[in-house]
């Protein structure tokens, strides 16, 4: 064989004649190796030059053959080889327009009327009414690392110019008093164009390199900012919490002539906009994360209630985002009711299931779903006796044996750290230290050391069956938007849809002091779509949106 230059032309010119060695097996097909010759490498043959036939198809030799027609060996079932639909021939409508048309596939749902004897009319004059929104807007600097989640959507939507028009022409046409936004990368760019409609943004970056964050908008003619700006970065917060990124401000709602004639004061809302660690398998760290954002809330609740000489329960809370947790998970369960055994739950499943086709087993080929029997017989709420006689029942899965179920649970100690603290003891209070805490103001804790806390389950000051329970500090005191629209107390049926999911993440708590008037239900289906973004929606997320109304407390 004539060993010129023009026969190796990937490797370039004079590659030839210095005789370099090619690994078609290496990390990279054009890796140079000055190994021996051996049999398991293969090499150019003498009677044809090097290369590919004319007629050969193109595929790696590592694969070790051609994979089966019509799938894939990826994931999803080989969903990258499918083929891709052809958009060119249909034009985008105008981003006003098609926001519009987005909303006009979505009802306002009101809640059950109040109480017969109440006096409406007396109601309407003393109550205060806002609008909250939560939206989880699609970060592009994410969506460009994970494309097979939108293999399916036409490019030109998923255009970041394209999509945060959309986005804006939706906001203002909902014109919510208050806004949460999740992944928002481009925070400069809705603080101009939101800031044009009478908005004013404030941002929490993530770290870790990340270029997304966690944003609160409020309308200046609805309310004021009266506290600082409270920002959380997760992993500086506690060491291991991952850096996602949480934003917390505290408004006062401005007086209007009619609440100023009756002298009543100022209705005070704490709001927080957080999003949540999505990896499905660290439970830990989602139940970390939620921990530390839930009593980072109740913290500033009780500071202004210091600062204003008002009681905690004229101190409201507002809170959205993107929880990264279905509504039947552990983790809901814990945000919704404020606390959790964790030694009762499987850890890899404590967010539920957010990917689909995936199953999480252990060596036993599946999870021991405890926790949904426990909520069918009677919930976590059991004195000795009956979780006595609970573990004796369930001896052969574990039983009370604590170490033997926390292994089975897969939960060690740096899992038991994340969870429920650094100090590695339990979270569980007292009704009467949890009111002393909230009342009393404090800073925001500083960065919490790194260590392979072991439980201290020995210590006999916390009763048996809560050596391991994680609670926040506002337990008790939430009720969701959504629940209180459905007759069933379900939350939406579906906030985020793409290739590998569709379900709910995103959700909208509030305090008791509090009321849901109506929410904005998702459409039933996405016309001219499978799966989002689409052209009337511009994320993988729809936006959750309720009108929230309280009592003005007269002075």
Not at 11 to 30: C, E, I, Q, S
């Amino acid at each position: 064989m004539d060993a010129n230059s023009e026969d190796w032309p990937a490797l370039g010119h004079g590659a030839a004649g210095r005789g370099v060695h090619v690994r078609f097996d290496a990390p990279t097909p054009m890796d140079r190796d000055e190994a021996p010759p051996s049999r398991a490498v293969p090499r150019a043959r003498a009677d044809r030059p090097p290369g590919l036939a004319p007629a050969a198809p193109r595929w790696d030799p590592r694969l070790g053959g051609f994979p089966p027609r019509g799938r894939g060996r990826g994931h999803d079932g080989g969903y990258q080889h499918r083929p891709r639909r052809d958009f060119s021939g249909r034009a985008l409508s105008d981003p006003a327009e098609a926001a519009k048309r987005g909303l006009d596939q979505r009802l306002w749902v009101p809640t059950p009327p109040p109480d017969a004897s109440h006096d409406e009319r007396e109601r309407k004059e003393n109550t205060c009414t806002f609008r909250v929104m939560s939206y989880n807007i699609l970060a592009s600097s994410l969506a460009s690392e994970h494309p097979e989640l939108y293999r399916g959507v036409d490019p030109r939507l998923m255009r970041p110019a394209r999509r945060r028009r959309v986005l804006v022409e939706e906001i203002k046409a909902l014109k919510p008093d208050v806004l949460f936004l999740q992944e928002n990368d481009a925070f400069a760019f809705f603080k101009h164009e939101l800031g044009r409609c009478g908005y004013e943004g404030k941002h929490a970056p993530r770290g870790g390199g990340k270029l997304d964050g966690s944003s609160v908008f409020f309308k200046r003619d609805a309310f004021q900012e009266i506290r600082d700006f409270e920002s959380i970065d997760f992993e500086a917060a506690e060491v291991g919490l991952r850096s996602n990124a949480a934003a917390i401000v505290t408004l006062s709602v401005r007086a209007s002539s009619k609440t100023e004639e009756k002298n009543s004061s100022p209705l005070i809302v704490v709001v927080g906009c957080v999003h949540g660690l999505f990896n499905p398998k660290r439970g830990d760290v989602k139940l970390g994360q939620m921990r530390v954002f839930f009593n980072a809330v109740a913290r500033a609740r009780a500071r202004v209630a210091a600062a204003t000489g008002c009681s905690l329960e004229q101190i409201h809370c507002v809170l959205g985002g993107d929880f990264n947790c279905a509504p039947s998970s552990p983790l809901y369960h814990f945000l919704y009711n404020g606390f959790l055994d964790v030694d009762r739950v499987d850890r890899r499943s404590l967010a539920g299931c957010l990917v689909r086709g995936e199953s999480i087993g252990g060596a036993d080929g599946g999870v021991d779903d405890e926790f949904a029997m426990l909520l069918e017989t009677g919930g976590f709420d059991r004195d000795d006796d009956e979780w006595a006689a609970w573990d004796e029942l369930r001896g052969e899965r574990g039983g009370n044996d604590v170490e033997k179920r926390l292994r089975r649970y897969y939960w060690d100690g740096e899992g038991l750290r994340l969870a429920l603290g650094t100090d590695g003891e339990t979270t569980e209070t007292t009704p009467e230290r949890s009111e002393e805490r909230e009342s009393s103001p404090s800073s925001p804790p500083a960065r919490k050391k790194s260590s392979r806390a072991k439980r201290t389950h020995e210590d006999e000051s916390v009763a048996p069956n809560l050596r391991f329970r994680a609670t926040h500090a506002l337990r008790g005191a939430l009720a969701s938007c959504y629940r209180a629209v459905s007759a069933d107390g379900e939350e939406a049926p579906v906030t985020s849809w793409h290739a590998r999911f569709k379900g709910t993440v995103d959700y909208l708590f509030h305090t008791r002091g509090l009321r849901t008037r109506r929410v904005l239900m998702p459409p039933k289906k996405i016309k001219n779509a499978a799966q989002l973004p689409s052209e009337e929606f511009a994320s993988d997320h729809f936006c959750v949106v309720a009108d929230v109304e309280a009592v003005a407390e007269e002075g």
